[in-house]
């Protein structure tokens, strides 16, 4: 029996690796991108091609526009900086991280900053957000919108199994190790030292930021 990672592809090969898979002790993670065991799935046979919807044509007026928030509107232009850092375009990259700044400051504090709202929050993104999206960007063909729902839908899930982890073990999981973070998709990687390939959109090591503990104060 095989069984796949669902964020890298990793597949555990019982017959290769000697050891039945439900026999790996539930603390065993993915060896390239730590997803825990529960996360694995067996490997399902391939499937036929499906065939591409037809573009559905683009929707008139802004009906369907919604207000954001002050902490929406800054990890927006925060990303829009980012994507003029690629481009090359320092000039627009630092206005956007000042705007980034600007609704950072005016963002009240959360409501319910508990892990419960948090899990939440994670499992109506990969209940109803990521699906919906993904179905919108194929009907529209958009290859890049749809490259961006599969790494987002990965990171998050991955958000979620380490939140789970983390309500479950506490300060502990994160005791004598460290936390790394993907600058380009967002991953996030617990352990000495970062991936030599993130595992989502396979950029280099030195594109993970090592994120600092909040101090005591």
């Given at each position: 029996?095989?069984?796949?990672?669902?964020?890298?592809?990793?597949?555990?090969?019982?017959?290769?690796?000697?050891?039945?898979?439900?026999?790996?002790?539930?603390?065993?993670?993915?060896?390239?991108?730590?997803?825990?065991?529960?996360?694995?799935?067996?490997?399902?046979?391939?499937?036929?091609?499906?065939?591409?919807?037809?573009?559905?044509?683009?929707?008139?007026?802004?009906?369907?526009?919604?207000?954001?928030?002050?902490?929406?509107?800054?990890?927006?232009?925060?990303?829009?900086?980012?994507?003029?850092?690629?481009?090359?375009?320092e000039e627009e990259a630092a206005l956007f991280r000042q705007i980034a700044d600007f609704y950072t400051a005016a963002a009240p504090a959360a409501?319910?900053?508990?892990?419960?709202?948090?899990?939440?929050?994670?499992?109506?993104?990969?209940?109803?957000?990521?699906?919906?999206?993904?179905?919108?960007?194929?009907?529209?063909?958009?290859?890049?919108?749809?490259?961006?729902?599969?790494?987002?839908?990965?990171?998050?899930?991955?958000?979620?199994?380490?939140?789970?982890?983390?309500?479950?073990?506490?300060?502990?999981?994160?005791?004598?190790?460290?936390?790394?973070?993907?600058?380009?998709?967002?991953?996030?990687?617990?352990?000495?030292?970062?991936?030599?390939?993130?595992?989502?959109?396979?950029?280099?090591?030195?594109?993970?930021?090592?994120?600092?503990?909040?101090?005591?104060?």
């Amino acid at each position: 029996m095989r069984y796949v990672c669902p964020i890298c592809g990793y597949i555990y090969d019982e017959a290769a690796e000697g050891v039945p898979f439900d026999s790996l002790p539930d603390s065993w993670g993915c060896p390239l991108c730590g997803a825990p065991k529960l996360m694995f799935e067996p490997e399902a046979a391939p499937e036929p091609p499906k065939p591409q919807p037809a573009a559905a044509p683009l929707a008139a007026g802004d009906d369907d526009l919604q207000p954001l928030s002050a902490g929406a509107l800054a990890a927006l232009c925060s990303n829009l900086a980012r994507g003029c850092e690629k481009q090359y375009k320092e000039e627009e990259a630092a206005l956007f991280r000042q705007i980034a700044d600007f609704y950072t400051a005016a963002a009240p504090a959360a409501e319910d900053p508990s892990l419960e709202a948090l899990e939440a929050l994670f499992r109506d993104d990969l209940d109803s957000g990521y699906p919906g999206l993904s179905a919108a960007a194929t009907a529209q063909g958009d290859r890049g919108a749809q490259r961006i729902c599969v790494w987002g839908e990965k990171v998050t899930q991955m958000l979620y199994a380490l939140l789970g982890r983390y309500q479950r073990e506490g300060e502990a999981f994160l005791r004598g190790t460290q936390v790394w973070v993907c600058s380009v998709c967002g991953f996030l990687y617990i352990g000495d030292t970062p991936p030599e390939l993130c595992p989502v959109c396979k950029v280099p090591a030195w594109k993970f930021d090592k994120i600092e503990g909040r101090r005591p104060a």
